[in-house]
């Protein structure tokens, strides 16, 4: 049984950063394709950024571009989310989510995965 757990979350001010970690066990992530997704209230579960495998391709919402990274360390068998000049609407229960198949295509789409992190909560409020 694998496991993917994320931390890192918390309440930051508009204009601040996080960086949420998912961290694996039982499974080893350099080939396995990662998304972030987030959870707004009353709103559905939208892929924020993906990676099709280390080294592989990342795509990334159009609403987080230029403020959002995703990475990862091979070492740690961890994928991280770095999120830069958050504002208010990036507020959700933010979710990782890893799958041995997925291809850059469709590592956007939240049906395609496997495994699923129990959640960390981002709020950005002033």
Partial sequence: QWQLVESGGGLV?????????CAASGRTLDNYA???????????????VCSSKSGGGTNYADSVKGRFTISRD?????????????KPEDTAVYYCAGDPHTAQAVCMLKNVYIK???GTQVTVSS
């Fill in 74 to 86: 091979n070492a740690k068998n961890t994928v991280y989310l770095q999120m830069n000049s958050l």
């Fill in 34 to 48: 990662i998304g972030w997704f987030r959870q707004a209230p009353g709103k559905e579960r939208e892929g924020v």
């Fill in 116 to 118: 699923w992190g129990q």
């Fill in 13 to 21: 001010q508009p204009g601040g950063s996080l960086r949420l970690s």
